[in-house]
């Protein structure tokens, strides 16, 4: 049975699901996305994911799709008929087709938005066993643009920067700007040192993760020390732990960077601890 996606108001097996070549997502990367997990069926975080999914139209002047208002019926229903108990579901809108291509924005008033959903099943999302070996990462230029904060399609470089980790024999990449590492490609980046939890303040340097807002207030709720600045690659080689979070990969404990072990080269239980709480705490609030 063929995956059943949404596209502008229609429920379509994935084979029958077409965008214009004109749409702006496709020519101009002029388009946002979200990403919201499933766990036991329920959606994860999804108010915080459809705050900031206004945030990014608004940053970016971009209308609501019409279906706004019925996003979570949306999200709801792709879950039931494509059956998903552990997962993710896209979503994108972009500022839709103008039948050209064309550097300036289209009359909003006449070219209507496109919004596209659709699901991705991963059963075991939750008990991932690289939870409990961690992951590698390199450390590489952040070279994107300003606006990390809005969360665009403009997705080419993290695509690079995981192929560079790669090539090198790691599973992810983190990004550095002003000898300060920013965020991962595509999650936020933590460490931890005497019982600290240090990740970087928000800015228009990184984008405001809804699992980095779950997981530091979980920590705080847990009595433990959230320190909100910026932090060296040095300063992260000499750290006691080290994570990521994001919607597809909840906590995940980092146990290298560029090759240098952190902490005892094991995964660390302050990471272990966040991720139990978040999940926990996260098929809770589910809805
Ligand atoms: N990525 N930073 C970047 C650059 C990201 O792309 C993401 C999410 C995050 C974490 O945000 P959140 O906790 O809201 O998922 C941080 C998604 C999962 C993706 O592109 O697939």
């Known amino acids: 049975m063929s995956r059943i996606v949404y596209v502008n108001g229609s429920y379509l ?17 002029d388009g946002v996305y979200e990403v919201t997990s499933v766990l036991g069926g329920k959606l994860i975080d999804f108010a915080g994911h459809m705050a900031r999914l206004e945030r990014s139209l608004n940053a970016l002047g971009m209308n609501k799709p019409e279906a706004f208002d019925e996003l979570l019926d949306i999200h709801r229903e792709l879950v039931t008929r494509n059956d998903i108990d552990e997962g993710m579901i896209y979503l994108q809108v972009s500022r839709g087709a103008a039948g050209d291509r064309d550097f ?5 008033e006449v070219v209507k938005p496109t919004l596209v959903l659709f699901t991705q099943s991963k059963p075991g999302l939750a008990d991932n066993p690289t939870a409990k070996t961690g992951i590698k990462v390199i450390s590489i230029d952040d070279i994107r643009w300003g606006r990390r904060d809005i969360k665009t399609v403009q997705l080419l470089y993290p695509s690079m920067g995981k192929m560079m980790a790669k090539d090198a024999g790691a599973d992810d990449a983190w990004l550095v700007e002003d000898g300060k590492v920013t965020e991962g490609t595509s999650n936020n980046a933590y460490i931890v040192k005497d019982g600290r939890i240090i990740t970087r303040e928000l800015s228009t340097d990184i984008l405001h993760g809804i699992t980095r807002a779950a997981v530091l207030r979980f920590a705080r709720e847990a009595q433990m020390t959230v320190e909100e600045r910026s932090f060296t690659v040095d300063e992260a080689q000499q750290a006691d732990e080290a994570f990521v979070t994001s919607a597809s990969t909840f906590v995940m404990p980092v146990v290298a960077l560029d ?13 272990t601890r966040l991720r139990e709480i978040y999940i926990e705490e996260s098929i809770k609030a589910g809805v």
């Open 259 to 271: 090759g240098a072990p952190i902490g005892d080269g094991t995964v660390g239980p302050v990471a």
């Open 13 to 29: 097996p994935e084979e029958e699901a077409t965008v214009s070549i004109f749409d702006r997502a496709f020519l101009m990367a």
């Open 104 to 108: 300036v924005f289209p009359d909003p």
